[in-house]
């Protein structure tokens, strides 16, 4: 027994080990302070129909806007989060602040006689098992006025699948305020399909890496791309491409069926001026302006 302990820690005080730890930690002390700090922020990327290009939505991508290391990508820190549990309240900062931006913008956008934006917003294992969750959510929804309609919650297949019986509570319970449940990543995780009946889904988004390959016509891509299309039909799931990087993919995606994507070829992911400058008429946006002037 003690050798077993001895040699463990033996191994724990590698000094590889001990500077990725120590690394590690200051990463998490950084992450820890960085809500405090409002060094969060929040990249809108426009989903479009792959027919005209016309935007229908938005997906909210976080993205940390470190002292000293710049702008970091979720890749860098969302991990990390996951492990601490930080992303709890970094899940939530991310659903309050990308409801209360979009409801803003919806409502200029309907004044000005057009459609509300879908808002889709990314949610990981940790936050969905949470007590509080479905409460959470609503609770969003009643404080900034975003219309349940409206938002798309995105999870990963293996979120789903870790406890299901709760995981179905949940969704069910949302489903029935209006919101919608969307499956990220569709096609790289599990190979069983009997879940997509099991939880209340409405869209599949097809993986970058299905899309990556897609030419028009042909390739083994193109034929699972195309299949997974065909699955979302024949099950009255809604299909989002991911990835859309040029014009013979997103040919492609268009006849194989799927009626939405997003991807370079249209936009990539915008800061929230950008992102408003896009989506929120003219009009809407510059009659404060305007009527300041004329005073
Ligand atoms: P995702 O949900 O699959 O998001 C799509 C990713 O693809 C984004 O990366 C986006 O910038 C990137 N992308 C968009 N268009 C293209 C394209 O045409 N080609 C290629 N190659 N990539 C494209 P990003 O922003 O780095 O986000 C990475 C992942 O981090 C997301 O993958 C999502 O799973 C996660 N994530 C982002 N925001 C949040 C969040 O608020 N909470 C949680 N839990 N996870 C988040
Ligand atoms: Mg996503
Ligand atoms: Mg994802
Ligand atoms: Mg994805």
Known sequence: RAKAGGKGRFAFFEPSMHAEAVARLALE????????????????????T????????????????????GSM?????????????????IGAWVMQEACRRVAGWNAARVGAGQEPLTLTV?????????????DGVLEVL????????????????SVLLDRPELARERFLALRDAGVRLAVDDFGTGYSALGYLQAFPIDTLKIDKSFVAGLRRGSGS?????????????????????????????????????????????????LDPVAAEAMLVPRVARTRGKRALKLA
């Open 142 to 157: 009643a404080e900034t006025g975003f219309d349940a309609a409206q938002l798309l919650l995105e999870i990963t297949e």
């Open 122 to 134: 990314n949610v990981s294992a940790r936050q969905v098992y949470e007590p509080g969750f479905v």
């Open 221 to 269: 891509q193109a034929a699972l791309a195309r299949t997974i299309v065909a699955l979302g039909r024949a099950l009255s799931l809604r299909t989002i491409a991911e990835g859309v990087e040029d014009e013979d993919q997103r040919i492609a995606l268009r006849d194989a069926g799927c009626a939405f994507g997003q991807g370079f070829l249209f936009s990539g992911p």
């Open 73 to 89: 990508k979720p890749a860098d820190f969302v991990p990390v989060a996951e492990e601490t549990g930080l992303i709890t309240s």
């Open 29 to 48: 002390a950084d992450l820890r302070a960085a809500l405090e700090r409002e060094e969060l922020a929040i990249s809108y990327q426009p989903i479009v």
């Open 50 to 69: 792959l027919q005209d290009a016309t935007v229908i939505g938005v997906e909210a991508l976080v993205r940390w806007e470190h002292p000293t290391r």
